[in-house]
């Protein structure tokens, strides 16, 4: 079975500050590690490769130094690493990623089975993996939490939902962006340590995917960041605390000189 | 301190690191209170081939040394000895294969011990020979193309959990010094048997049990190296182990100074920090000191070690009882830094404090440990 497992280098959450003079994110000293959410698709397509044998491919669209979250994917149990990178790309919405995305999946070849996390933790946005799904004319799942069979016509998954969950049952080639949920990802070994140090990654460029200028980068991106700013706090906040009954009491109490 | 380590060495301090900060420290607490064996990640520490770090490179491992264990251990210990601990003490279970098997003995174990597929342990003490090992009264006796053991094991680290045991017992008890031979005795051999798991001050996410071997039948090719020469192997399983248990001291003192220095910048009294107070800056100042002598000496112990020197017995006991004797200090201060919060469950010390006792028993107590250093130095200084 060919995997596909998408992964990107992100800032580490609880390092990100925002430059309070230009209101942009503070990046210097700042650690760059793999999107959490990507950590678990990829331990699913390591585990999935491990039932089914076949490849799993980890794809980043990124800076050179993306390098570093591929060369860590193969520690993780991917065979092969894979870096899209150019500076043409910079300046990229989730429209323009998923197209990038897409055409360099395609040069690799076809795949069974691409495997995304839910959404990156600095963009939250949550659309790349859905987006490529339809590049790629792939059904799809969003926020699996487990898979329950696979084999090489289908995989039959638990899509999780606000209430519960749906069991989904979708036909190969198809995508699915996962939740932290799915696994507990396996800490990298020394042998898959060994095997990062020497790897070769391969680095496609925008002209080695074939990708149309107008598509890629900032030219192909509808949506901008305009703007990144912490809001002002719109003033005092209370929290009620204590049974249903008693916070109702509390809030009719606050509520009644308006009432 | 940089101790100038290789790019491979620092793959292994990362990558045990790592298992100690995603899955040790997250379950230590509940693992002691339960009394429960660390079996899940026992099998995380397998997949991240750690157990193959010593074996050599034909039979599946890493093919590193003391000094690589040394590395490993100290990362684990960091987290808790109990896991540590049992780690320690399937590397101690296979090194006599290690060092007297045959290589058809070698083939069929060392491959799954590399993989972690398979666990060992190290059945030498008894309730009658515990610093006097020459007092052991477990017996093998030829029958045919078997050997049938008879004795009991006692406080026997990884018992009942191990597949793998390598139990020294008497051949010739009339030939003192060398009636002793080393068998591989596996879980699951008719006549072998454990007892109950012993409920300890300390190092409980370790299991520790009796072995009972009643006519324990086992085929002739089970014996490790020639006959006669169990102690001899004991005693040079036990120089390159040494290191390990120190390594778990430093370790521990170093997750201890990391709870004692972090809480002393946080906690204020009398207006400000109490890391302002030279009180506890001294304490903190000899514990970071003697911490930073102990690796040093352990680290040189096991290089050393690593170069097959003539001697090596001297080093190696060296670092034991001093990287020990430390583990127990730095513990007990830094309970003492975090005061009346030291002595509560809800913070680790105190548990670092229980676990540190054992590393100045096991493996040779620190009063066998002073005497093994006296006996060389009167040796050295007559060559």
Same mark, same amino acid.
């Given at each position: 079975?060919?995997?596909?497992?998408?992964?990107?280098?992100?800032?580490?959450?609880?390092?990100?500050?925002?430059?309070?003079?230009?209101?942009?994110?503070?990046?210097?000293?700042?650690?760059?590690?793999?999107?959490?959410?990507?950590?678990?698709?990829?331990?699913?397509?390591?585990?999935?490769?491990?039932?089914?044998?076949?490849?799993?491919?980890?794809?980043?669209?990124?800076?050179?130094?993306?390098?570093?979250?591929?060369?860590?994917?193969?520690?993780?149990?991917?065979?092969?690493?894979?870096?899209?990178?150019?500076?043409?790309?910079?300046?990229?919405?989730?429209?323009?990623?998923?197209?990038?995305?897409?055409?360099?999946?395609?040069?690799?070849?076809?795949?069974?089975?691409?495997?995304?996390?839910?959404?990156?933790?600095?963009?939250?946005?949550?659309?790349?993996?859905?987006?490529?799904?339809?590049?790629?004319?792939?059904?799809?799942?969003?926020?699996?939490?487990?898979?329950?069979?696979?084999?090489?016509?289908?995989?039959?998954?638990?899509?999780?939902?606000?209430?519960?969950?749906?069991?989904?049952?979708?036909?190969?080639?198809?995508?699915?962006?996962?939740?932290?949920?799915?696994?507990?990802?396996?800490?990298?070994?020394?042998?898959?340590?060994?095997?990062?140090?020497?790897?070769?990654?391969?680095?496609?460029?925008?002209?080695?995917?074939?990708?149309?200028?107008?598509?890629?980068?900032?030219?192909?991106?509808?949506?901008?960041?305009?703007?990144?700013?912490?809001?002002?706090?719109?003033?005092?906040?209370?929290?009620?605390?204590?049974?249903?009954?008693?916070?109702?009491?509390?809030?009719?109490?606050?509520?009644?000189?308006?009432? | 301190?940089?101790?100038?380590?290789?790019?491979?060495?620092?793959?292994?301090?990362?990558?045990?690191?790592?298992?100690?900060?995603?899955?040790?420290?997250?379950?230590?607490?509940?693992?002691?209170?339960?009394?429960?064996?660390? *079996?899940?990640?026992? =099998? !995380?520490?397998?997949?991240?081939? $750690?157990? @193959?770090?010593?074996?050599?490179?034909?039979? +599946? %491992?890493?093919?590193?040394?003391?000094?690589?264990?040394?590395?490993?251990?100290?990362?684990?210990?960091?987290?808790?000895?109990?896991?540590?601990?049992?780690?320690?003490?399937?590397?101690?279970?296979?090194?006599?294969?290690?060092?007297?098997?045959?290589?058809?003995?070698?083939?069929?174990?060392?491959?799954?011990?590399?993989?972690?597929?398979?666990?060992?342990?190290?059945?030498?003490?008894?309730?009658?020979?515990?610093?006097?090992?020459?007092?052991?009264? *477990?017996?093998?006796? =030829? !029958?045919?193309?078997?050997?049938? $053991?008879? @004795?009991?094991?006692?406080?026997?680290?990884? +018992? %009942?959990?191990?597949?793998?045991?390598?139990?020294?017992?008497?051949?010739?008890?009339?030939?003192?010094?060398?009636?002793?031979?080393?068998?591989?005795?596996?879980?699951?051999?008719?006549?072998?048997?454990?007892?109950?798991?012993?409920?300890?001050?300390?190092?409980?996410?370790?299991?520790?049990?009796?072995?009972?071997?009643?006519?324990?039948?086992?085929?002739?090719?089970?014996?490790?190296?020639?006959?006669?020469?169990?102690?001899?192997?004991?005693?040079? *399983?036990?120089?390159?182990?040494?290191?390990?248990?120190?390594? $778990?001291?430093?370790?521990?003192?170093?997750?201890?100074?990391?709870?004692?220095?972090?809480?002393?910048?946080?906690?204020?009294?009398?207006?400000?920090?109490?890391?302002?107070?030279?009180?506890?800056?001294?304490?903190?100042?000899?514990?970071?000191?003697?911490?930073?002598?102990?690796?040093?000496?352990?680290?040189?112990?096991?290089?050393?070690?690593?170069?097959?020197?003539?001697?090596?017995?001297?080093?190696?006991?060296?670092?034991?009882?001093?990287?020990?004797?430390?583990?127990?200090?730095?513990?007990?201060?830094?309970?003492?830094?975090?005061?009346?919060?030291?002595?509560?469950?809800?913070?680790?010390?105190?548990?670092?404090?229980?676990?540190?006792?054992?590393?100045?028993?096991?493996?040779?107590?620190?009063?066998?440990?002073?005497?093994?250093?006296?006996?060389?130095?009167?040796?050295?200084?007559?060559?």
């Amino acid at each position: 079975m060919e995997i596909l497992v998408c992964i990107k280098q992100v800032p580490d959450a609880k390092d990100v500050r925002l430059d309070p003079e230009t209101n942009t994110l503070a990046r210097e000293g700042v650690q760059s590690i793999m999107n959490p959410y990507d950590r678990h698709a990829l331990e699913e397509g390591v585990r999935i490769r491990e039932q089914l044998g076949g490849q799993v491919t980890a794809l980043s669209m990124g800076p050179p130094q993306a390098e570093e979250v591929l060369r860590e994917a193969i520690a993780c149990g991917a065979d092969r690493g894979v870096l899209v990178s150019d500076r043409a790309f910079a300046g990229s919405d989730t429209w323009a990623t998923s197209y990038t995305l897409a055409m360099a999946a395609r040069t690799l070849g076809t795949f069974d089975l691409v495997l995304c996390g839910k959404q990156a933790i600095d963009g939250d946005t949550a659309q790349v993996g859905p987006g490529l799904a339809c590049r790629l004319n792939m059904s799809y799942a969003t926020c699996v939490q487990k898979t329950r069979e696979v084999d090489k016509e289908a995989i039959v998954v638990e899509r999780m939902m606000d209430d519960g969950y749906d069991v989904l049952r979708l036909p190969l080639p198809a995508l699915l962006t996962v939740v932290k949920d799915i696994n507990e990802p396996r800490v990298p070994s020394l042998k898959g340590k060994m095997k990062a140090k020497k790897a070769r990654i391969t680095t496609l460029s925008a002209d080695d995917i074939g990708a149309v200028p107008e598509h890629i980068g900032l030219a192909g991106s509808p949506t901008q960041v305009v703007k990144v700013f912490t809001p002002k706090p719109r003033g005092d906040r209370m929290i009620f605390s204590g049974t249903a009954e008693e916070q109702v009491e509390q809030l009719l109490e606050q509520l009644e000189p308006y009432l | 301190m940089d101790y100038f380590l290789t790019e491979e060495q620092q793959m292994i301090v990362e990558t045990a690191w790592e298992i100690t900060r995603e899955k040790i420290i997250p379950q230590r607490a509940e693992l002691d209170e339960k009394n429960e064996f660390a *079996t899940s990640i026992l =099998e !995380d520490i397998a997949r991240a081939d $750690l157990f @193959g770090i010593f074996i050599p490179e034909e039979y +599946g %491992g890493f093919g590193g040394g003391c000094f690589e264990i040394v590395l490993a251990l100290e990362q684990l210990a960091r987290g808790c000895v109990g896991v540590a601990t049992s780690f320690a003490a399937s590397a101690l279970g296979i090194f006599p294969v290690l060092i007297a098997g045959s290589s058809e003995m070698k083939e069929k174990y060392l491959p799954d011990i590399a993989e972690g597929k398979r666990w060992a342990a190290f059945g030498l003490t008894e309730a009658n020979a515990g610093s006097d090992a020459s007092g052991i009264q *477990t017996t093998a006796v =030829e !029958d045919g193309d078997f050997w049938v $053991l008879n @004795g009991t094991k006692q406080w026997i680290t990884n +018992g %009942g959990e191990a597949h793998v045991y390598t139990i020294v017992a008497l051949t010739d008890p009339q030939k003192g010094a060398r009636g002793a031979s080393i068998f591989v005795v596996e879980d699951g051999d008719p006549g072998f048997s454990y007892g109950k798991k012993e409920d300890k001050m300390g190092i409980r996410s370790s299991a520790t049990r009796e072995l009972i071997l009643r006519d324990c039948r086992i085929p002739k090719d089970r014996m490790v190296g020639r006959r006669g020469t169990g102690f001899i192997t004991v005693m040079k *399983t036990l120089d390159i182990s040494r290191p390990g248990i120190a390594s $778990l001291g430093v370790g521990l003192a170093q997750a201890a100074l990391d709870e004692a220095v972090t809480y002393a910048k946080q906690r204020v009294q009398f207006g400000k920090p109490i890391i302002s107070f030279q009180a506890i800056q001294h304490m903190l100042a000899d514990m970071a000191t003697e911490l930073e002598a102990a690796r040093a000496l352990v680290y040189g112990a096991a290089r050393h070690i690593d170069a097959h020197p003539k001697q090596m017995s001297k080093v190696s006991s060296m670092c034991k009882v001093f990287a020990t004797d430390m583990a127990m200090k730095v513990t007990t201060d830094a309970v003492q830094v975090l005061g009346g919060y030291g002595y509560m469950k809800e913070y680790p010390v105190e548990k670092m404090m229980r676990d540190a006792k054992i590393l100045q028993i096991y493996e040779g107590t620190n009063q066998i440990q002073r005497n093994v250093i006296g006996q060389e130095l009167n040796k050295e200084y007559s060559r």
